[in-house]
């Protein structure tokens, strides 16, 4: 039996932990313990207890309560907490999820107790230092023993990385693999979506019309740390729903709300347009079913533009650049930043277009290709 501790923290990594963690508790139960630590790096209800409920994941075994704060305090107070609790419980592994301020901290603690990881969606890039991601990613990368890779181009950027010329020698004698193993999130959307159609009713709670309106998310620093940025955004995204006459539903953000309640005078116009419903963060279910039911997609978050190519549902990335290429690539998804004319031009663009969307991300059972090759790591 092997002991892997999962470490989550922001509202992303909650929702991919529900597919190893099922699909443990399903098929592996018998190889694998599983414990939860939660570094409290979100902690609204809506942005970390809704999905334990929903997406029925136990509850964590340790919460460090850390909270928000600046990144060096925040990843500080959570790399000694994580380290406090892998000195007192021994684990063969840990499993870290993406690019937060949590991944990174569970990186450092645990290659310090030379503590193998596992890295869950390794190997993206964004080519871009100024995103605190980048950095996370980066450093997790180097000091996993297995990258799980979510796409062939992630594979691609580690290989140019020399991460299959370079082996470094972890303390137990195994050096670092990369594995294919598909994108966890593609598991989820099949998992869930099928819950979600049964079992959610915010379309109809919205009154909101299949494939009449627009879903929008924000809240990367690089479009909330600058009001005029956003209100660009905002403004691009008020033309083209007076113009389409359709509804734009914006489940808000922490950090977004909190830089529009600092900066009323700027954004308390801009808001006002009456094709706006701004709301509280949405469960998963309720994302999934209107990232399905939504004409088109405008979002700077890398789950939802990926989730939205599922559902075959184009995409304004309201970035300069994305980690997941395959999207623009095919057509799905235009990057716009923050460019007013860009994002209006990108809207019609889309909006007028045939699109095909293969299955670019796994076939669905990448959590089970990640348990069985955690559990062959020698
Ligand atoms: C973090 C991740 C980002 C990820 C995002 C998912 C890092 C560096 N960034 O960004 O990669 O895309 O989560 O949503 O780890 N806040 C609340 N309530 C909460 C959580 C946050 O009000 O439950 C507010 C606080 O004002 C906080 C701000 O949001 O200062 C930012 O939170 P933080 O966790 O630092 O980063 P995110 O922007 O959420
Ligand atoms: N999400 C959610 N409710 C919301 C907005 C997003 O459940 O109101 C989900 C979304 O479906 C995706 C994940 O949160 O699975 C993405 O998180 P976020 O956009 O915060 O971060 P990113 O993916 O950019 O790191």
Known sequence: MKKLL??????????KAAALSHTIREKFSSQIQEKILHTGQHYDNN??????????????????????GSH?????????GIEKVLMTEHFDGIVLYGDTNSTLAGAVAASKLHIPIFHVEAGLRSYNMSMPEEVNRMVCDQLSSILFAPTQT????????GFETIHPTFKDGTTRKICLSGDVMYDNAQRFAKIAEQRCDITKRLKLEAKQFILATIHRPSNTDDSSKLALIFKALANIASQEKAQVIIPLHPRTAKLIDQEKAIFGNILSSPYFRIIPPVSFLEI????KNAKL???DSGGVQKEAFFFETPTVILREETEW???????????????????????????????K???????????????KSIIAHE
């Open 6 to 15: 999962t470490i989550i923290g922001a509202r992303p990594q909650i929702i």
């Open 47 to 68: 942005m970390s207890q809704v999905f334990f409920d929903e997406l029925d994941l136990p509850t964590p075994d340790y919460n460090l309560g850390v909270g928000s």
């Open 72 to 80: 060096g305090h925040q990843t500080a107070m959570m790399i000694e």
């Open 154 to 161: 992630a594979v691609n950027n580690l290989i140019k990385e």
């Open 288 to 291: 999934l079913m209107l990232e």
């Open 297 to 299: 997609v405008m979002t």
């Open 325 to 355: 290429v395959e999207i623009v690539e095919h057509g799905a998804g235009i990057l716009a930043g923050a460019d007013y004319c860009k994002i209006v031009d990108a809207y019609h663009k889309l909006a007028n277009s045939t699109i």
């Open 357 to 371: 969307y293969p299955p670019l991300f796994g076939n669905g059972h990448a959590a089970e290709t990640i348990i």
